[in-house]
């Protein structure tokens, strides 16, 4: 100790408080550890136990098509539960359980939500934990709750009210017979299992949480398939900007590029023909022009390709809106956003939402389309409609598969649905962390 | 005239001095960035001010929001903004106001000298000048609908240079009729398309960009 700075202290009165401090803490943690063991404890039994029950029930209902809607519900509720018990083990005992959950497709088909629920192992994994933790977390929640409320009880109650009822059971409650001697001891040995409480409490709900772990956690096998998965998008990504660079080379190359020499040319002539023929000179000079004109035509194309100007300049609200206004038909908007998201995110939403409503104008006939933009915490939820024909199939190809790739590289994900003779809608969903309400990307020039 | 001009690359803002005050008109100030120009229209007053519609420091629509700031100050001040893309949407922004005085067009279209100079004229009178771009975006978005069915391919062709701003003298000059001809082409669309007739060119504009839903 000699020769150490003495460590800073909390308020309070610094020697004599020594004891004070000591069981001050030793109550709070009781306290904390008795309550957080009890939660536990009535959760274990209280929510698991129901859980498991309507789990394998809904499963078994799958045949019969109740189970379709009882499954999501129920699967749900436990990846509710089993988020909550993850956030508990960081919150209260540091460690770490990473959720193992893959995206579920938007609502909207049930049968490809509750395909890919049963494809996921980590429901599997969840619904063992379920019937597990019924009698672990018991036992576990219970241990720390009944060494705080025994050891509160041989403090606070038994010794003041023996002498007048004798309890059935335990070493304090035949006080009667042991007269103070009994009440002291009584008193002494509630207060260490108090103390008791408070000091292995914190270790057993630890214990608790990497019991959780071992099976709320994304296993080896899960997180190689998460790898393979991103490997896959990625892939996706990576050939979809390399055949989007070589369309904007070949595109400025054949237009914006061939243009400016013609315009080169001309104004090189014009110049030569001045004096000679000023008729001649004038005209080529029209005609240079022109093609700036043309040549200038071709990059705003290009640009609005690539990253239309409205969307840098509005964000995903007004670059809808102001799309929606350029189409031949009625497009009814509604935009729910909190602030403008991560510019990848919000270009890849932009052109999933211009190449719905693209294909809303050429394929479906329809008379009206709406577009609906609504953003939860920490997902991007986007919805295209329309009144026209149905029949739409992303299987098909084209447009609709390249969109959905696009959205796969974001972890984001689509669902049509389009019955013949319609309505058309296409829901689609991008996981995004809210960023701050920012309004001013630093780049670009007017 | 006096004109504040607003545009942050020097390139281009010489350019347009140049230009402007070659045909007589006389800049006042130059400015770069948003901020600066608010100041500088509401400070100046300008017969009319020619804008960019990006801008520092934000280079969003820094340029347009200044404008829009301005008019609410100094209502009906004459403003031409440009810009490298029109969309419909901030057509209708610089609109809705109604009191005319407005100007919406490519940066492109200053290349057309003569035309370019005669559309700021023509905001600085209080009229409009619309970008062909944003005007077609207006013709397709009602082309399927009954009364634009009825309307010839000439009327159609008037409609679209009436909706750009442009006079009966004008509109005859750029399709080579006489002023007379064109006359027969505003009323005949006027009756078709059910629009009070009215003499005042502004309050035409205005009715058939109300008509067309800008």
Avoid at chain 2, 68 to 95: D, M
Avoid at chain 2, 116 to 129: L, N, P, Q, S
């Amino acid at each position: 100790m000699v020769g150490l700075a003495p460590l800073p202290r909390a308020p309070g009165p610094p020697q004599n408080g020594g004891v004070t401090e000591f069981l001050a803490k030793t109550v709070r943690r009781a306290w904390t550890v008795g309550v957080r063991g009890l939660v536990q404890a009535v959760l274990s039994q209280a929510a698991c136990i129901p859980l498991f029950v309507v789990t394998v029930v809904s499963i078994a209902l799958l045949p019969v098509g109740a189970g379709l809607f009882l499954l999501p519900a129920a699967v749900l509720a436990t990846r509710a539960l089993a988020d909550r018990q993850r956030a508990w083990a960081a919150e209260w005992s540091g460690v770490d359980v990473p959720s193992p959950y893959r995206p579920l497709p938007p609502a909207g088909s049930p049968f490809r939500r509750v395909a890919a629920m049963l494809r996921d192992p980590a429901t599997w994994r969840d619904l063992l934990w379920t019937l597990l933790n019924v009698p672990v977390g018991l036992l576990l929640g219970l241990l720390p709750a009944a060494l705080v409320v025994y050891g509160v009880e041989g403090v606070a109650v038994a010794p003041w009210i023996g002498h007048v009822a004798t309890f059935g059971w335990g070493p304090f409650w035949m006080l009667d017979d042991w007269g103070i001697v009994g009440s002291v001891g009584s008193i002494a040995l509630g207060a260490l299992l108090v103390v008791l409480g408070a000091a292995l409490g914190e270790g057993i709900l630890k214990g608790h949480a990497l019991f959780n772990r071992s099976l709320l956690a994304p296993t080896r096998g899960a997180l190689a398939a998460r790898v393979r998965e991103l490997t896959a998008t990625r892939a996706d990504a990576v050939d979809a900007s390399a055949a989007e660079l070589r369309r904007i080379e070949r595109d400025l190359h054949d237009g914006a590029q061939a243009r400016l020499v013609a315009l080169s040319m001309h104004i090189g002539l014009a110049e030569e023909l001045m004096k000679r023929d000023p008729d001649a000179a004038r005209g080529l000079l029209a005609e240079a022009r022109a093609a700036s004109g043309q040549a200038l035509t071709e990059l705003r194309d290009l640009v609005r390709g690539i990253h239309p100007p409205v969307l840098a300049e509005r964000g995903l609200d007004g670059g809808v809106r102001a799309l929606a206004l350029t189409l031949p038909i009625p497009v009814d908007v509604r935009i729910g956003l909190r602030g403008r998201t991560d510019a990848p995110v919000e270009s890849a939403a932009y052109f999933a939402v211009a190449e719905m409503l693209a294909n809303v104008v050429k394929h479906s006939g329809a008379r009206r389309a709406w577009v609906q933009i609504e953003q939860d915490p920490d997902r991007l939820v986007l919805l295209v409609g329309d009144d026209g024909a149905g029949g739409a199939d992303p299987a098909q190809g084209g447009g609709m598969r390249g969109i959905e790739r696009r959205l796969a590289a974001f972890d984001g994900t689509m669902a049509v649905t389009s019955p013949p003779g319609g309505p058309t809608v296409v829901t689609m969903e991008l996981p995004c962390a809210s960023s701050s309400p920012r309004t001013s990307p630093s780049s670009g020039t007017g | 005239m006096r004109v504040v001009i607003a545009e942050d690359l020097a390139l281009l803002r010489d350019g347009l001095i140049r230009l402007l005050e070659a045909f007589g008109f006389e800049v006042v100030e130059a400015v770069d960035n948003g901020p600066s120009l608010l100041r500088a229209l509401t400070a100046h007053r300008p017969d009319v001010a020619v804008v960019d519609v990006r801008l520092p420091p934000t280079f969003t629509d820094e340029g347009l929001a200044a404008a829009l700031a301005a008019r609410r100050e100094v209502p009906g001040l004459p403003v031409l903004v440009l810009s490298q893309h029109v969309e419909r949407l901030y057509a209708r922004e610089l609109l809705t106001d109604g009191s005319g005085g407005i100007g919406y067009l490519l940066k492109d279209r200053v290349s057309d000298v003569g035309q370019f100079v005669d559309a700021v004229r023509r905001v600085a009178a209080g009229g409009t000048a619309l970008d062909p771009d944003v005007v077609a975006q207006l013709l397709t978005r009602r082309a399927r609908e009954e009364p634009l069915q009825m309307l010839t391919p000439r009327e159609r062709e008037v409609l679209g240079l009436m909706a750009e701003g442009r006079s009966n003298a004008a509109i005859a000059s750029a399709l080579f009729v006489t002023d007379k001809a064109i006359g027969k082409h505003t009323n005949n669309i006027f009756a078709k398309l059910g629009l009070p007739v009215s003499e005042d060119d502004n309050r035409r504009v205005l009715a058939v960009l109300a008509y067309l839903g800008v």
